[in-house]
């Protein structure tokens, strides 16, 4: 099993900064295999991909709305994968669910990931 725990939530003025950070564990968590990423969840709208990066943090996807604002990295050796968000808008407000799967040879980061984070909030106020 793979457990993630994000963390970094909260409430931030438009134009703001916040950086959420996501913790792996588990037996079957392997950090040199594994792609992670970030979904999220607006109020009455549907789950969608923000950010992916691959195993060895040498690509990343993007969703377009959040590009040259938000940036994804990971610490493998600490199994932790950030989110940094700069200029906030009211429209990224959601709750930011952490992603883990294994690697696809396609190398496409922007798909369905099987273990998922229990969530963290994020509220932009305008």
């Known amino acids: 099993q793979v457990q993630l725990a994000e963390s970094g939530g909260g409430l931030v003025q438009a134009g703001g900064s916040l950086t959420l950070s996501c913790a792996a564990s588990g037996r079957t968590f392997r950090r040199s295999v594994m792609d992670m990423g970030w979904f999220r969840q607006a109020p009455g709208k549907e789950r969608e991909f923000v950010a992916g990066?691959?195993?060895?943090?040498?690509?990343?996807e993007y969703l377009d709305s959040v590009k040259g604002r938000f940036t994804i990295s990971r610490d493998n050796a600490k199994n932790t994968v950030y989110l940094q968000m700069n200029s906030l808008k009211s429209e990224d407000t959601a709750v930011y669910y952490c992603?883990?799967?294994?690697?696809?040879?396609?190398?496409?980061?922007?798909?369905?990931?099987?273990?998922w984070g229990q969530g963290t909030r994020v509220t932009v106020s305008s």
């Open positions: 992603v883990a799967d294994y690697s696809r040879t396609s190398g496409v980061l922007r798909r369905p990931y099987e273990y």
């Open positions: 990066i691959n195993w060895s943090g040498a690509t990343a």
